[in-house]
């Protein structure tokens, strides 16, 4: 019985987060009540407060799903202090882009947060969170980069800050424009070319 009850609760929050992450994708964020996620759903409100404590737990959850590979690619990256820095950002960034590419749920929970996502109050917590991976992924590649730096293949004039900052926004501005025009490239095949292209302009020559 409490195997089943256990799987039955799981099954719900799945249910949840489904419907809130199709929600949040066609209407955004802010036009999405937490009413309408219990229709859609199939449950009632009350199911979504036995789970979540807010709309920003109950999307900060939903990223949970899609973070998780990335989050564990850079712990890899960073406790690998003895690979070749530049192979390592390039794998890990092509590894990411095509991760994107080759997954709809990734697509669509990442063009929330990019186009769908206004930043708004009752969202805080959600957006703070968001904003602490960002520096986390930040603070991840300038180590590599001082890694590079300290090996001598790191351009010369630029920092490890400034490179990372560079890569974080250039990989950035990668999603944000595929995730609304698709059609532009092929992202899973042209993604280690991409990635390359940065990495050579960081690169000591």
């Given at each position: 019985?409490?195997?089943?009850?256990?799987?039955?609760?799981?099954?719900?929050?799945?249910?949840?987060?489904d419907a809130a992450e199709v929600l949040f994708?066609?209407?955004?964020?802010?036009?999405?009540?937490?009413?309408?996620?219990?229709?859609?759903?199939?449950?009632?409100?009350?199911?979504?407060?036995?789970?979540?404590?807010?709309?920003?737990?109950?999307?900060?959850?939903?990223?949970?799903?899609?973070?998780?590979?990335?989050?564990?690619?850079?712990?890899?990256?960073?406790?690998?202090?003895?690979?070749?820095?530049?192979?390592?950002?390039?794998?890990?960034?092509?590894?990411?882009?095509?991760?994107?590419?080759?997954?709809?749920?990734?697509?669509?929970?990442?063009?929330?947060?990019?186009?769908?996502?206004?930043?708004?109050?009752?969202?805080?917590?959600?957006?703070?969170?968001?904003?602490?991976?960002?520096?986390?992924?930040?603070?991840?590649?300038?180590?590599?980069?001082?890694?590079?730096?300290?090996?001598?293949?790191?351009?010369?004039?630029?920092?490890?800050?400034?490179?990372?900052?560079?890569?974080?926004?250039?990989?950035?501005?990668?999603?944000?424009?595929?995730?609304l025009r698709p059609q532009q490239c092929d992202?899973?095949?042209?993604?280690?070319?991409?990635?390359?292209?940065?990495?050579?302009?960081?690169?000591?020559?």
């Amino acid at each position: 019985m409490v195997r089943r009850t256990k799987a039955e609760a799981e099954s719900t929050r799945a249910a949840i987060l489904d419907a809130a992450e199709v929600l949040f994708f066609q209407h955004g964020v802010s036009r999405t009540t937490l009413e309408k996620i219990a229709v859609a759903a199939n449950v009632t409100r009350g199911a979504i407060y036995w789970h979540f404590e807010n709309k920003a737990d109950l999307f900060n959850a939903m990223m949970e799903r899609v973070r998780l590979p990335f989050q564990t690619m850079l712990t890899e990256l960073d406790n690998d202090t003895n690979a070749e820095p530049f192979a390592q950002l390039q794998q890990l960034f092509t590894n990411g882009l095509q991760l994107i590419a080759a997954s709809e749920q990734k697509q669509r929970v990442l063009t929330i947060v990019f186009h769908r996502c206004e930043y708004i109050d009752e969202l805080n917590p959600a957006v703070t969170k968001q904003d602490e991976l960002d520096a986390q992924t930040v603070a991840v590649m300038q180590r590599a980069f001082e890694r590079a730096a300290a090996a001598g293949t790191l351009r010369e004039g630029v920092s490890p800050a400034l490179a990372a900052n560079a890569m974080h926004m250039y990989v950035g501005g990668i999603i944000s424009n595929f995730l609304l025009r698709p059609q532009q490239c092929d992202l899973q095949q042209h993604a280690p070319a991409l990635i390359n292209t940065m990495l050579q302009g960081l690169k000591n020559p």
